[in-house]
């Protein structure tokens, strides 16, 4: 299976910072990465797919970027719900496999 | 607009069953894959079994082949997820998720709330 290295595993931040999270993995998986936002208690949230392509409705401050085995997504200006955990995921491989996550948590 | 919602999670012995179901509604259930994917106490996210269109064709992680079986009903909009022989690390909380495959990479673009499993003497 791909393994997936996410870090920071978690991160304090202040509102209007511009926050980056990355991404490894273990083999090249081209573009195939995806990543999504997760607050206890509710559904997790498609933010970006292929990489770099924002999802519908997901707010522009959000982005990312990346190829082969190494990718980041990036908050541009922090708002309050955006403390959440984020997670990268492939789709290279049929075996779906997800970062550990990251907590952002407010400062 | 899409939603989905998972039921019957609960609290089951080591080596017990349990099914569960996730109702969908807002789009055409008949034309998507779609997945389980769990989040253990603590840690992350792990997907673990798909479900084409029409349930000709299922994956499973090996986390879990051999013991859970997911299938679908597109007449009622469901999928379900029955699982078998549970251990104490099948403790998580259960979602389903819609798989977009119109482009790839493929990625879930809609998940529900999901719902607690607890597996415990």
């Known amino acids: 299976d791909i393994q997936m290295t996410q870090s920071p595993s978690s991160l304090s931040a202040s509102v209007g910072d511009r926050v980056t999270i990355t991404c490894r993995t273990s083999?090249?998986?081209?573009?195939?990465l995806n990543w999504y936002q997760h607050k206890p208690g509710k559904a997790p949230n498609l933010l970006i797919y292929?990489?770099?392509e924002l999802q519908s409705g997901v707010p522009s401050r959000f982005s990312g970027s990346g190829f082969g085995t190494e990718f980041t997504l990036t908050i541009s200006s922090l708002r309050l719900e955006d403390f959440a955990t984020y997670y990268c995921?492939?789709?290279?491989?049929?075996?779906?496999?997800f970062g550990q996550g990251t907590k952002l948590e407010i400062k | 607009q899409v939603q989905l919602v998972e039921s019957g999670g609960g609290l089951v012995k080591p080596g017990g069953s349990l099914r569960l179901s996730c109702a969908a509604s807002g789009f055409d259930f008949s034309d998507f894959y779609m997945s389980w994917i769990r989040q253990t106490p603590g840690k992350g996210l792990e997907w673990f079994s798909f479900i084409s269109t029409t349930g000709s064709a299922i994956y499973y992680a090996d986390s879990v082949r051999g013991r859970f079986i997911i299938s679908r009903d597109n007449a009622k909009n469901s999928l379900y997820l029955q699982m078998n022989s549970l251990r104490a690390e099948d403790t998580a909380v259960y979602f389903c998720a819609r798989e977009r495959r119109t482009e790839r990479p493929y990625h879930f673009d809609s998940w529900g709330p999901g719902t607690l499993v607890t597996v415990s003497s």
């Open positions: 292929a990489a770099s």
């Open positions: 083999q090249t998986i081209n573009n195939y």
């Open positions: 995921q492939q789709s290279y491989r049929t075996v779906y496999t």
